[in-house]
């Protein structure tokens, strides 16, 4: 059974979390204090992390974007919980790297199907692939996990991944961003399609430092790879 971090200073919402994961079949972890974050991921390996955004200390941002630039742990998912409802907040949150986003107060359900859906998405992946992707000078390895371009080493979060080897698994083709959230979140009811935008702009981002941008935004219609 999958293993769950919960990072979250306020007590009541650790025991509320904790008690319904673990009715639900998961194994839970607590983590209290940021700055034990760490180092309790390279210990029990969670599955997947959910990251308060106001801890004492060190920030729940903060943290995200250590987790991200982690080699050994930039890969377990993470679903950031925060009161913070605010637009700008949740591109935040996902800029710095979380792979989704609960604003409390949450439902119980929904935190479980969010969960689910992103540990469908890593569980996806890590089937076997055996299939290298290239697209000029990028080259998606999909068993290791990597993306290189040119000999540059290019560090993508999980949902990124899952969009680019999507995007190279059939080059020049339109996908709509319905499309994308089906293959790459599983039709999660609760992701909006704006989401795929932020994801889309991070992964341009990491891209693009190496090279010229081959990301097309398609008006109105949705992303495809192509250097035309
Ligand atoms: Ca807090």
């Keep these: 059974m999958a293993k769950i971090m919960i990072v979250e200073d306020e007590q009541a919402i650790t025991l509320l979390i904790k008690y319904n994961l673990e009715k639900a079949g998961y194994e839970t972890v607590c983590v209290n204090h940021g700055g034990k974050v760490i ?9 997947l992390i959910l990251l308060d955004w106001m801890l004492p200390e ?36 996902l800029s710095a790297g979380a792979d989704d986003y609960v604003t409390k107060p949450f439902s ?14 890593v569980s996806n992946t890590s089937s076997p ?12 390895k999909p068993n290791e ?12 979060a999980p949902t990124e991944f899952r969009i680019l080897q999507l995007l190279m698994s059939k080059p020049r083709q339109v996908f709509s961003r319905d499309d994308l959230l089906k293959e790459v979140w599983g039709n999660s009811i609760y992701v909006e399609t704006r989401t795929v935008d932020v994801h ?24 495809s790879i192509d250097d035309k």
């Design 39 to 47: 180092s309790e991921i390279e210990k029990t390996s969670p599955s």
């Design 129 to 140: 692939t055996p299939k290298v992707y290239t697209f000029n000078d990028i080259v998606l």
């Design 58 to 93: 060190i920030s729940g941002l903060e943290l995200c974007k250590i987790i991200r630039n982690s080699p050994e742990i930039n890969n377990i998912p993470i679903i950031m919980l925060t009161a913070k409802g605010q637009e700008e907040d949740k591109i935040a949150g």
């Design 108 to 121: 119980v359900p929904e935190l479980l199907a969010r969960i689910q859906t992103n540990l469908r998405r």
């Design 145 to 156: 996990k990597k993306v290189y371009r040119g000999e540059e080493y290019i560090q993508l």
């Design 200 to 223: 889309i702009r991070r992964l341009r981002k990491a891209l693009n430092e190496f090279g010229a941008n081959y990301i097309r935004t398609i008006r109105s219609t949705g992303y």
